[in-house]
Nanobody, 125 residues
């Protein structure tokens, strides 16, 4: 089993920045990729960003491209999401996800086996 714990969420004004962290523990000997998703109230969970663990290849949703940056620290089994130029529409519960072995579609939540409990990001206008 793998446990994921997110941190770094909070309340920020529009135009501000936040850095989310997600630490993986437990059976972390196999990490194929990690990702961030978000879910706003009354909406479906949406893909935000993905990073492959071995090469560090990244993928972003169009809505965050150029503003958010995903990175990883393999030694700490931790993934980060640097969020700049935040907008009110970025307000959501942010989840990190981990897949140990393989991914067909990195933007699809069902391709990831493990999920954290989420951290709330609120952007005021």
């Amino acid at each position: 089993q793998v446990q994921l714990v997110e941190s770094g969420g909070g309340l920020v004004q529009a135009g501000g920045s936040l850095r989310l962290s997600c630490a993986a523990s437990g059976r972390t000997s196999n990490i194929y990729a990690m990702a961030w998703f978000r879910q706003a109230p009354g909406k479906e969970r949406d893909f935000v960003a993905h990073i492959s663990w071995s090469r560090g290849t990244t993928l972003y949703a169009d809505s965050v491209k150029g503003r958010f940056a995903i990175s990883r620290d393999s030694a700490k089994n931790t993934v980060y999401l640097q969020m700049n130029s935040l907008k009110p529409e970025d307000t959501a519960l942010y989840y990190c996800a981990l897949e140990p072995f393989n991914i067909i579609n990195p933007t699809r939540g069902s391709d990831y086996d493990y999920w954290g409990g989420g951290t709330q990001v609120t952007v005021s206008s």
